[in-house]
């Protein structure tokens, strides 16, 4: 595939800056990081060194600095002016950000341009580590699961294809052979994602609550439900506290997101039901027994499959282009998906079917007066042309 993603000029514009830099890329498994990175090193002249802790067994922050120090002595060999050092899956190293550090901070004092390019598929751990060792250091590229446009310029899909089938760019082969398909998703996807980038990496006392909880949530995605709902669904549930955790890591990971209330008080804010929302709809396809050609003819199923994949749009944008995604509910009164940057507030109603009314726009004009509405629906801006553009077009 010769699909080049627009982060990859990012990319290619740092490596031709002179100074070094630790260029972080992060984002959900099989989105294509390591892809990117095999097209940069195929365009750049920079000599490089390329390693993944992926496959190493029980890594520890030593491999980090027996890999420095062989980019340090191939950049001595290559006689050039500049090196490229590539570790990929570095989250998968304990202690990593700091041994980085220390190994950054040694080339500098001694004028190595050693130029570093991170890449990780656990947002959390990546943050964490940024933030505890690597401040002032770094710069981040976050890669989103693939859009729309991405798909059907990689693949030709349709917008219809891509709301079954989501944005993994691995599986678009395969869906001529659904039942194939959803095994790859299953399978290559999913569970490697829960195992290797939640399960492997961070403390989970009660892992089939977790997995559990993801397929809850895929199957009530751009739904609203209460933590106290969750409960009384989940065996073994524990308490919301626990609940609310592990959202946050599937969420971290690039599968299943909390949307909150957006409320002008923070603490009801915080505390709000969360809306479930998938970063990807191949996570509900894969796990329902509808195909695509019979989902289609069922409206009311294919009609929250849209508002899903309207749904994900909207969360994959807000972390590439830092906007603010929350729903609004007060009573009956209800907006799907709200979107803030800055003091500007747009609200979202997602209408697939029959009814292209939303009902509680009026109530959210009086308690958003500045706030713009946006229907997106056949009486409004269709589906399949919302996907089709940046959301952060709208501010």
Same mark, same amino acid.
């Given at each position: 595939?010769?699909?080049?993603?627009?982060?990859?000029?990012?990319?290619?514009?740092?490596?031709?800056?002179?100074?070094?830099?630790?260029?972080?890329?992060?984002?959900?498994?099989?989105?294509?990081?390591?892809?990117?990175?095999?097209?940069?090193?195929?365009?750049?002249?920079?000599?490089?060194?390329?390693?993944?802790?992926?496959?190493?067994?029980?890594?520890?922050?030593?491999?980090?600095?027996?890999?420095?120090?062989?980019?340090?002595?191939?950049?001595?060999?290559?006689?050039?002016?500049?090196?490229?050092?590539?570790?990929?899956?570095?989250?998968?190293?304990?202690?990593?950000?700091?041994?980085?550090?220390?190994?950054?901070?040694?080339?500098?004092?001694?004028?190595?341009?050693?130029?570093?390019?991170?890449?990780?598929?656990?947002?959390?751990? +990546? !943050?964490?580590?940024? &933030?505890?060792? *690597?401040?002032?250091?770094? $710069?981040? @590229?976050?890669?989103?699961?693939?859009?729309?446009?991405?798909?059907?310029?990689?693949?030709?899909?349709?917008?219809?294809?891509?709301?079954?089938?989501?944005?993994?760019?691995?599986?678009?082969?395969?869906?001529?052979?659904?039942?194939?398909?959803?095994?790859?998703?299953?399978?290559?996807?999913?569970?490697?994602?829960?195992?290797?980038?939640?399960?492997?990496?961070?403390?989970?006392?009660?892992?089939?609550?977790?997995?559990?909880?993801?397929?809850?949530?895929?199957?009530?995605?751009?739904?609203?439900?209460?933590?106290?709902?969750?409960?009384?669904?989940?065996?073994?549930?524990?308490?919301?506290?626990?609940?609310?955790?592990? +959202? !946050?890591?599937?969420? &971290?990971?690039? *599968?299943?997101?909390?949307? $909150?209330? @957006?409320?002008?008080?923070?603490?009801?804010?915080?505390?709000?039901?969360?809306?479930?929302?998938?970063?990807?709809?191949?996570?509900?396809?894969?796990?329902?027994?509808?195909?695509?050609?019979?989902?289609?003819?069922?409206?009311?199923?294919?009609?929250?499959?849209?508002?899903?994949?309207?749904?994900?749009?909207?969360?994959?944008?807000?972390?590439?282009?830092?906007?603010?995604?929350?729903?609004?509910?007060?009573?009956?009164?209800?907006?799907?998906?709200?979107?803030?940057?800055?003091?500007?507030?747009?609200?979202?109603?997602?209408?697939?079917?029959?009814?292209?009314?939303?009902?509680?726009?009026?109530?959210?004009?009086?308690?958003?007066?500045?706030?713009?509405?946006?229907?997106?629906?056949?009486?409004?801006?269709?589906?399949?042309?919302?996907?089709?553009?940046?959301?952060?077009?709208?501010?």
């Amino acid at each position: 595939m010769k699909y080049e993603r627009p982060q990859l000029d990012l990319l290619k514009a740092r490596v031709k800056e002179k100074r070094k830099f630790i260029q972080v890329l992060m984002g959900p498994r099989q989105i294509g990081k390591t892809t990117m990175v095999t097209q940069l090193l195929q365009w750049t002249k920079v000599p490089h060194h390329f390693m993944s802790a992926d496959g190493v067994s029980g890594p520890d922050a030593t491999w980090i600095g027996q890999q420095w120090e062989t980019a340090r002595l191939k950049f001595k060999q290559s006689e050039a002016k500049e090196f490229l050092l590539v570790i990929d899956e570095v989250q998968k190293i304990s202690n990593w950000s700091e041994q980085v550090k220390s190994l950054w901070d040694e080339d500098s004092r001694s004028a190595t341009n050693m130029k570093v390019i991170l890449l990780g598929s656990s947002r959390l751990l +990546l !943050q964490q580590g940024l &933030t505890e060792s *690597l401040a002032g250091r770094f $710069e981040t @590229i976050y890669l989103s699961h693939w859009s729309f446009s991405e798909m059907h310029k990689a693949f030709g899909w349709n917008e219809n294809q891509f709301a079954w089938f989501g944005g993994y760019p691995g599986s678009a082969e395969l869906i001529r052979d659904e039942k194939r398909w959803k095994d790859y998703v299953m399978h290559s996807l999913i569970e490697t994602s829960i195992s290797k980038d939640i399960l492997m990496l961070t403390r989970v006392d009660k892992p089939a609550l977790m997995k559990r909880l993801f397929e809850l949530g895929c199957s009530y995605s751009s739904q609203i439900l209460s933590y106290n709902k969750m409960l009384g669904q989940l065996t073994e549930a524990g308490n919301t506290t626990t609940l609310s955790h592990y +959202l !946050q890591l599937l969420d &971290t990971a690039g *599968l299943l997101a909390g949307v $909150e209330k @957006i409320s002008k008080d923070k603490i009801r804010q915080r505390s709000s039901s969360p809306k479930f929302q998938v970063h990807n709809t191949a996570l509900i396809s894969a796990q329902r027994s509808e195909n695509y050609e019979s989902i289609t003819r069922d409206l009311a199923s294919w009609g929250r499959i849209v508002e899903s994949c309207v749904g994900a749009h909207l969360l994959n944008y807000s972390l590439t282009e830092k906007f603010d995604l929350w729903y609004w509910r007060d009573g009956n009164d209800e907006i799907d998906f709200v979107i803030q940057m800055g003091k500007t507030i747009i609200g979202l109603e997602v209408k697939s079917g029959n009814t292209q009314k939303a009902a509680g726009t009026d109530a959210f004009k009086k308690k958003f007066p500045s706030a713009k509405l946006l229907l997106i629906g056949d009486k409004g801006l269709p589906w399949k042309e919302f996907i089709k553009m940046n959301p952060a077009d709208l501010f």
